[in-house]
């Protein structure tokens, strides 16, 4: 699949974002990072903002006024390069919103008030955008609460800052009003921005993660099951009156396995299984499980009604797909594959690791044809044979007695076709493939 290359970012974003990317650490998730990255990008558009107005107020001669904003500028290059050494934002959070939210009150006083101060007291509501973004504060109202009090406290005492206040040119009050209104919109919209760059960017990480839990989620699990689970449906328990059962297994495999490395024997049958799964989804037969080598699938249940010339169509075209492949050198595989069909209970198994499972005697049943099936065949019980029809050649086998069951009369599934019912003929047996039938049990 041809991937999507991502457009490189404009040459200036990339030092903002090494800037902004300064205080993460190796076991940040994407929520600390953005944090971090919104922490850091507001204070440096601080500095950039607040630092003019410390030589403003030197150059009226207003030590006092800047000094205020000259220590945010000092402090916070002292916070950036705390958090660059230890990755720890802590100290560093903590201490911009103090600053965002008593420095600024403390121009106000000095300065005379709202009007002589030029509203100046507006720098400290990033302390309210700061509580939402990046601070991790848990009641963030309380922040807000906070400057709303401050703003509050300072309406009575407005005369007497005023009375005190040092004498300042209107037109430089005035110009100072437009240069503080338009400074904290662009420290509090670059704040935002910078918060919700990087909140779309989580979002996208999540969604992507979603996708691909979910693509995981429905390749072990049918669709439907998968739509009910993700809904929240707890527990998922069903009974089916008819479904058609198929278990396959490979002939020999125990002692085949035991004589290849783990390397190509793990190889080899994922690419064999992964075959499998191919077909089934091309014949609309929906996999189950597997189980060291035996394969289990169905028709019906979830995926409407049980569907049986697929499936036996399905169980014809393992056996090509295995012919046509090796196992640790050894070509040809050969498979044992059984089918029945009847009524089912399914349900999902697991909090923490899903298995949506079928259970029941058509399940055993269909186990006991695989393993009492001679090597490369595939045996059915008559109630399967009856209903496949004229389109599939089949040979009757005869009553056989099954382990748990009792006699039963089986067929063997020979290709597509002319039916051959009349004829009582078996597929070749190898002696030296055959296994007894309790080497069966993973599948039943």
Same mark, same amino acid.
């Given at each position: ?16 974002? $090494? ?46 006024? #800047? ?51 030029? $509203? ?23 922040? +807000?609460?906070?400057?709303? $009090? ?38 509090? +919209? ?124 399905? #169980? ?5 797909? $295995? ?6 050198? =050894? ?22 690791? +899903? ?65 051959? =019912?009349? #004829? ?18 993973? #599948?039943?």
């Amino acid at each position: 699949m041809e991937r999507t290359q991502r457009a490189s970012p404009p040459r200036w974003r990339v030092p903002l974002s $090494a800037l902004a990317a300064l205080g993460f650490a190796p076991g940040d998730d994407e929520g600390r990072r953005m944090e971090k990255a919104v922490l850091t990008r507001t204070a440096l558009f601080t500095i950039v903002v607040v630092a003019p107005w410390s030589v403003f107020y030197f150059a009226i001669g207003l030590p006092v006024p #800047a000094a205020i904003p000259a220590l945010y500028v000092i402090l916070s290059l002292v916070g950036l390069a705390h958090l660059r050494r230890t990755r720890d934002d802590r100290w560093f959070r903590w201490s911009q919103m103090v600053m965002f939210l008593a420095l600024p009150p403390l121009v106000h006083v000095v300065l005379g008030g709202f009007a002589r101060s030029s $509203a100046v007291i507006l720098f400290a509501s990033v302390a309210v955008v700061g509580a939402l973004s990046f601070t991790r504060v848990r009641r963030p109202w309380i922040v +807000f609460g906070v400057f709303v $009090a401050l703003v509050v406290v300072m309406v009575p005492l407005e005369g007497w800052l005023r009375a005190h206040a040092p004498r300042l040119d209107d037109r430089i009050v005035t110009a100072f009003f437009a240069i503080n209104i338009a400074s904290v919109a662009t420290i509090m +919209f670059l704040a935002m921005a910078s918060y919700v760059r990087s909140r779309d960017r989580l979002s996208n990480a999540l969604a992507e993660e979603r996708d691909r839990s979910d693509r995981i989620l429905r390749n072990v699990l049918p669709d439907r099951i998968a739509d009910r689970l993700v809904a929240g449906e707890r527990p998922i328990a069903d009974r089916y009156d008819r479904v058609g059962v198929l278990i396959a297994d490979i002939v020999d495999f125990t002692s085949l396995s035991e004589s290849i490395s783990a390397d190509d024997l793990v190889h080899d049958l994922n690419d064999l299984l992964r075959e499998f799964d191919r077909e089934a989804g091309r014949l609309g037969v929906t996999k189950v499980k597997t189980i060291g080598d035996a394969y289990l699938a169905i028709t019906g249940g979830p995926d409407g009604a049980a569907d049986l010339p697929s499936l036996a169509t399905f #169980a014809l075209r393992l056996g090509e797909i $295995a012919a046509a492949r090796s196992i640790g050198g =050894r070509s040809g595989v050969r498979l044992r594959i059984g089918l029945d069909a009847g009524p089912v209970v399914a349900g999902v198994i697991g909090d923490s690791r +899903f298995l949506w499972d079928v259970y029941g005697a058509t399940v055993n049943s269909a186990s006991r044809m695989q393993t009492t099936a001679p090597p490369g065949a595939i045996q059915v019980t008559e109630r399967v044979a009856s209903e496949l029809g004229a389109g599939f050649r089949l040979s009757e086998r005869g009553v056989i007695e099954v382990k748990g069951i009792g006699p039963v009369r089986t067929w063997f599934v020979l290709g597509r076709g002319a039916d051959d =019912r009349g #004829a009582v003929r078996e597929p070749a047996r190898d002696d030296a493939d055959a296994r007894p039938e309790s080497d069966s049990g993973r #599948a039943s």
